[in-house]
């Protein structure tokens, strides 16, 4: 028979299944596409180190470039954004491999395979490709069926309504406990909405606008990202933030309790760190 406890005395209920099995799994499966998905990317952009607008190379007026030229001190890696240039010497433009300094975009510790291997690099690429589209359809498929979208992702008008205060609570690393940290908060959930149904699709579709078979059969993908080096600058920007993503994510994991954080997104048990009074048998 339910008894109320008195209100001196509640009763603690710390843990909470904050993540469903399949979250778990597609997140998993996500981090392990997304991780070799950028290494083997950054394999093919060293094969052609430079960005452009339009349908065409311009390789005199590249967006966006990294190279290396010799000076008298050896060679110096430079990155050239929209007519800018940086001295990137020693982390772009420019590896270290055998003790001996040489031209490359990114070093070979960030690529797969670490040399240059451009068709080993595309294999990588394109299975992991197609093994995150596949693991995000199931994850869509079962966050539409299951409402979780609209449950947990979506905010509601007076959520909105306190994006200042939220902003300055992330600032101040100050996270929901208890109750609240029963949902996504607000930056969560406008974090997630971005990630899932904006730079994802944005770099699968500019992807596969990148592929002269799919661009026959599809060809208003270039019309819709204005042509091939375009969608190639676009999948460059959206794989670079979801990189800034990951990192601003996990120092967040860590601020916010990593062992807590890491227990939840493995065996869906999450600590509330704080009771709340509940019936008790």
């Known amino acids: 028979m339910a008894a109320v406890p008195p209100p001196d005395s509640p009763v603690a209920e710390r843990w909470y299944r904050r993540h469903a099995g399949l979250v778990r799994v597609t997140h998993w499966i996500n981090v392990v596409c997304f991780t070799l998905l950028l290494m083997s990317g950054l394999q093919i952009f060293n094969a052609h180190p430079a960005l452009y607008v339009g349908e065409r190379s311009d390789f005199d007026h590249p967006t966006m470039s990294i190279r290396a030229h010799l000076s008298e001190n050896g060679l110096v890696g430079e990155t050239l954004i929209l007519g800018h240039s940086f001295d990137t010497t020693g982390v772009l433009g420019t590896s270290n491999e055998d003790g001996q300094i040489s031209q490359r975009a990114f070093p070979s510790w960030i690529t797969i395979p670490s040399n240059q291997d451009l068709a080993t690099g595309r294999r990588w690429h394109f299975f992991f490709a197609w093994l995150l589209v596949l693991n995000g359809l199931v994850y869509l498929a079962w966050g539409g069926a299951s409402r979780h979208f609209d449950r947990d992702l979506f905010p509601s008008g007076v959520e909105l309504g306190h994006i200042g205060r939220e902003v300055l609570e992330h600032l101040r690393l100050r ?3 208890g109750e609240a940290a029963k949902r996504y908060n607000l930056l969560q959930q406008l974090t997630y909405l971005l990630v899932v149904f904006v730079l994802f699709p944005l770099m699968i579709l500019t992807g596969l606008t990148m592929s002269p078979g799919i661009d026959s059969a599809v060809p208003q993908l270039l019309t819709l990202f204005g042509g091939r080096q375009t969608g190639r600058l676009i999948h460059f920007a959206a794989a670079s933030g979801l990189a800034l993503f990951v990192i601003v994510h996990l120092v967040m994991v860590l601020v916010s309790g ?16 704080q009771p709340r009074t509940t019936d008790v048998q």
Do not use: E, K, Q, V
């Not at 990593?258 to 760190?273: E, P, V």
């Open 258 to 273: 990593a062992w807590n954080n890491l227990r939840s997104m493995i065996t869906g048990w999450y600590d509330l760190g």
């Open 175 to 177: 996270f929901p406990r």
